[in-house]
Structure formats: structure tokens, C-alpha cells
């Protein structure tokens, strides 16, 4: 339904035979780093209007269309096999693995930005990831760090938190003090 920009820029990085073509590769990178980094609130405002017309006209045309059956089986083996979702970020398949807006680990691996810089070069940074997770585009080695830099700039954690911490039963369960932890952030 929606266009994959993360995987036709990885089909040109991987090239027709699936091997990673650092021609495409650098002249993609090339082109990227001649425009203006932006950020990730930037892309993601830039984007979402356009999805949310997408999303109320598929609604409108097909809203109710009927697109399965569903057994007791299914709903006591949690849904398993119940096509009932829209999923855009990654699909798990039991004979093909994982893809991440369409890319497997190993394309992940050749098309997303490093800590080097260079895709390929190394285990693709979490915060490339997090981007094309979000955006489903391969991000440029800046806008990746200036995501990290946002999210380093974000992780002071409210004064009232470790006390809060400090003071739960040191028995409670992780979960559970993770969860107060984080409901404690929310202070502004």
C-alpha cells in the first residue's frame, strides 16, 4: 500500500544480483550529504499527514470489506495466522526470518549508516534502525547523529525519579519498577 522508500534505495544499493554495489552505494550517499540534514521530528511531520490521508482513504474504500475467517483455535493460540493487522515496520516469517520495512538483517547490515559512517563497515548503528523503523528511509551517517545527540540530550532523568526507585521494595519485580520508573518521568 505504501511506497517503500528503504527498500528501493536498498535494491539499488544491493544491485539486480543482490550483491552490494558501492557505486550505487556512494553515489546515493553522495546525493544524500549535498542536501540539508533534517532531523527526525522533521521527516516524521513531513510524512504523517500524507499517511493519515492514506490510511482515511483506504478506511473509506474498503472499510468494510471482509478479509478473513477466523477459528477458536486461532483466538486460543493468540490470533496465530489472523491476517487483522496494517503493518508497515516488520514482518516475521518462520521460513524467510525477519524484515525491517522490507530489508533483511543482512541488507540492514550493507545499507545502513555505521559507527564508521561507511555502510557495510561494521553492525549498523540502533539509532539507523530506530529511523528507518520510523520513517521506513535509510537515514544519512548526520541525521543518524543528530538523532543520537537528541536522544543523549533527553536521557537526564527527572530529579524525583531515583529517590522513587531507591525507595520500592527490593523485591518488586523489574517490570514493575521499570514501569514506575517511567510513569515517573512524566512530570512536565
Sequence with gaps: MFANSAKSIAKKALGSNGKFNLVASVASASSASSRSVTTLTETLMAQVPEK?????ALKKEHG?????????DQCIGGARGVKCMLWETSNL?????????????????KVLPTYSGVA??????????????????????????TLTAELHARSELPPNVIPLLN???????PMTQFTIGLNACQVD
Design 64 to 72: 468494510k470489506k471482509v478479509i478473513g475467517e477466523v477459528t477458536i
Design 93 to 109: 516469517d518462520s521460513e524467510e526470518g525477519i524484515r525491517f520495512r522490507g530489508l533483511t538483517i543482512p541488507d540492514c547490515q
Design 120 to 145: 557495510g563497515d561494521g553492525e549498523p548503528l540502533l539509532e539507523s534502525l530506530i529511523w528507518l523503523l520510523l520513517t521506513s528511509e535509510v537515514p544519512t551517517k548526520e541525521q543518524v547523529d
Design 52 to 56: 493519515q490521508k492514506k490510511i482515511a
Design 167 to 173: 525507595s520500592l521494595p527490593k523485591d518488586m519485580h
